[in-house]
């Protein structure tokens, strides 16, 4: 894919999915988590999978839903003591590191916008050191409002301000890039395979890649329009 480079100044990232491989979330709720909540049950173990389920399930997209904090305290549970357990599954999503090198040799500003807590924040770049190439980290719980709500965008423009048709946003959520959009924001891209355990999803209403190296020369340039 091609972008004109010259109408951007500002890269917005997501990074669960888009920076970082998702498989590591994916497995901690939908597996680590459940089967580590479930061994407080021993008589009724998969109904108690089904109940968990239901109660992420039901608050999915809203800032809860995200929240260690909450999770720790509605489940009685170190969530980030459990994470740590399989940290070793936290990885850079293939050319992450080089895109982010590309966009700091362009001279975009590279900000972190992100709905994921602090501490799980904390964790992964203790992981993965991306936070390195990164000039600023926003997390949602900074606002009090998750990505999807255009509260979370009025308030990162009052905290940061930008211009809407100068920003690129990439993220892996249909979601969160229509919240974006609705907003304002011009350059939009989807990350299809955000999960390297899963096959990529190609349909989408958004411009969509795989893999960052699409956006690279093989020189590890950006790529611009003429």
């Avoid at 936290?90 to 001279?107: H, M, T, V, W």
């Avoid at 997390?139 to 211009?163: I, N, T, V």
Wanted: charged residues 25%; negative net charge; proline residues 4%.
């Amino acid at each position: 894919m091609i972008l004109e480079w010259s109408e951007i100044d500002t890269v917005f990232l997501d990074m669960d999915g888009t920076l970082l491989d998702l498989h590591f979330d994916n497995f901690f709720w939908l597996s680590h988590l459940p089967d580590h909540y479930a061994t407080q049950f021993p008589e009724n173990e998969d109904q108690a999978r089904r109940e968990l389920h239901q109660q992420i399930m039901s608050r999915r997209g809203t800032l809860p839903w995200y929240c260690t904090d909450f999770w720790s305290g509605h489940l009685g549970l170190n969530i980030i003591a459990l994470k740590r357990q399989i940290s070793h599954l936290i990885k850079q999503r293939p050319y992450s590191i080089d895109f982010l090198r590309a966009l700091a040799n362009e001279g975009k500003a590279r900000v972190l916008l992100t709905n994921a807590h602090r501490d799980g924040i904390d964790l992964k770049f203790s992981v993965t050191g991306i936070d390195a190439h990164l000039d600023s980290v926003i997390s949602s719980h900074d606002f009090d409002h998750p990505k999807e709500s255009q509260l979370f965008w009025q308030a990162l423009q009052s905290s940061m301000p930008f211009d809407k048709n100068r920003v690129l946003f990439v993220d892996d959520s249909e979601s969160v890039l229509s919240a974006a959009r609705d907003y304002g924001i011009k350059h939009l891209l989807r990350i299809a395979k955000p999960d390297s355990q899963k096959p990529a999803v190609l349909e989408s209403s958004f411009p969509s890649i795989v893999d960052f190296d699409q956006l690279l020369s093989d020189a590890g340039n950006l790529l611009c329009d003429g």
